[in-house]
């Protein structure tokens, strides 16, 4: 049986617009779904290693068959990883606005506030998606985070990227050059800003087309 798996960004989970686009059409198809929530232990305490490891326990326990890999922007970050470190199952990934040098830009400046505060305080604050509340996200991320490059890691699998040509938090740059370095990787740019959430249905249709579904 074929498996697509979606892994969510950061402060989102498997409850967000893209993911349920994504589980509502495969049902349709009769495809398996799987979005397993990254924010482990808990948004506060997550780190990107805990969410590797839920990644690869979802995979690991996915139905005999097809296995294929979308991952959206921290999602992305940590679906390549996943692959470096557990590459069996997965045949194709699909990477949305993916946040592959996230640990390199926070590590000078990031959108939630000034580093050395976070380091100092412990914490700070996030919006969170999921919950449409502000919630704390501990400094441990950010110094796990840091063992985490993406633009160093080849996929093992056939690779497409889509991302918006107006992302302001992940510059589209990032992609197209992360293709040209790595054989195999491919990009769709869109006219859409970091979330793509108004281009679902073109995802979508790039999802049917690159995976064969």
């Not at 305490?45 to 979308?70: D, R, S």
């Not at 063992?147 to 510059?171: C, K, L, M, N, W």
């Not at 589209?172 to 293709?179: F, R, T, W």
Request: overall charge negative.
């Amino acid at each position: 049986m074929t498996t697509v798996m979606y892994l969510h960004g950061f402060a989102s989970s498997p409850g967000g617009v893209k993911a349920t686009f994504i589980r509502e059409r495969c049902a349709e198809r009769g495809i398996a779904f799987r979005a397993p929530d990254l924010n482990v232990p808990d948004f506060e305490q997550m780190t990107i290693t805990a969410g590797i490891q839920a990644a690869a326990q979802a995979v690991a326990a996915c139905p005999p068959g097809p296995v294929y890999l979308i991952g959206s922007s921290l999602g992305g970050l940590t679906a390549l990883h996943l692959l470096e470190q557990h590459p069996a199952r997965v045949e194709k990934l699909l990477l949305l606005a993916p946040g592959l040098g996230l640990a390199r830009r926070w590590a000078q400046t990031t959108p939630l506030g000034p580093v050395d505060q976070w380091r100092e305080q412990g914490y700070l604050m996030a919006y969170n998606y999921a919950r449409e509340a502000e919630a704390a996200i501990h400094y441990g991320f950010l110094q796990d985070a840091m063992q985490y490059d993406g633009f160093s890691v080849q996929p093992p699998v056939p690779a497409h990227i889509v991302h918006g040509r107006h992302d302001e938090t992940v510059p589209v740059e990032d992609s197209l050059g992360y293709a040209q370095r790595h054989p195999g990787v491919t990009v769709d740019v869109l006219d859409a800003d970091h979330g793509l959430t108004a281009r679902v249905a073109t995802i979508w249709a790039v999802a049917v087309e690159f995976f064969g579904l």
